[in-house]
């Protein structure tokens, strides 16, 4: 079935330190990756997101990278900072292709000062 | 552009009582979403609307959920009656395209 796994459940860095969430789907016609962060008791906010026909993106001190051979694709945190401290989640598309996004476990990053 | 607006934000209730949740997504959005969000987990998809009607409903339970989205705008989910596993936050999102999704606030439910 559908499926998205992600990893680390718990990040924890120094302050300018950098950060890496991967995350792996199972279905090879999702095209969409986007990455989601919720700060406590807030809703999830896109931070970034991917298209298939591209292997990288970036937005200042956040990157995203795809394989789409290997079904797997990472968030990039540069240069972290206190505020970059929440609860970050992967999703990618069903296999449907109505748009429905099945969420990764969500990975709790912690950035110490 | 106003973001898309749930109420109410908490709801208590007891096992086997019945609550519903309103959603109203951002204007022009045709696409709305009930998520359900369990403490520590990502959020699942209980139903999908594109205008008033459903498409994709696979991980509803149908036996205590329902939801309507009657003039293709606001929506409600409704739980009759409820259980101990629904607590969780209820996040309704909507979009334009089949891509971006914006959340709402959710409606944390706790069950007792």
């Known amino acids: 079935g559908e499926n998205v796994e992600q990893h680390p459940s718990t990040l924890s860095v120094q302050e300018g330190d950098s950060a890496v969430i991967k995350c792996t789907y199972s279905?090879?016609?999702?095209?969409?990756f986007p990455w989601y962060k919720q700060e406590l008791g807030k809703r999830p906010q896109l931070i970034i997101d991917i298209r298939s026909n591209v292997g990288e993106k970036k937005d200042q001190r956040i990157a995203v990278t795809l394989n789409k051979t290997a079904k797997h694709f990472s968030l990039h945190i540069t240069e972290t900072q206190p505020e970059d401290s929440a609860v970050y989640f992967c999703?990618?598309?069903?296999?449907?292709?109505?748009?429905?996004?099945?969420f990764g476990q969500g990975t709790t990053l912690q950035v110490k000062p | 552009e106003a973001g898309v607006a749930q109420s109410p934000r908490y709801k208590i209730i007891e096992k086997r009582q019945s609550v519903a949740f309103w959603c109203n997504p951002i204007s022009g959005h045709a696409t709305l979403y009930w998520y359900q969000q369990i403490l520590g987990q990502g959020p699942k998809l209980l139903i999908q609307?594109?205008?008033?009607?459903?498409?994709?409903d696979s991980q509803l339970p149908k036996d205590r959920f329902s939801a309507e989205r009657l003039k293709g705008v606001d929506s409600t989910l409704k739980i009759q009656p409820a259980k101990l596993e629904d607590s969780a936050v209820y996040l309704c999102a909507s979009s334009i395209t089949r891509n971006e999704q914006f959340f709402g606030p959710g409606t944390r439910l706790t069950v007792l």
């Open positions: 999703a990618a598309h069903g296999s449907s292709n109505t748009g429905k996004l099945i």
């Open positions: 609307f594109q205008n008033n009607g459903v498409v994709d």
């Open positions: 279905d090879s016609a999702s095209n969409y």
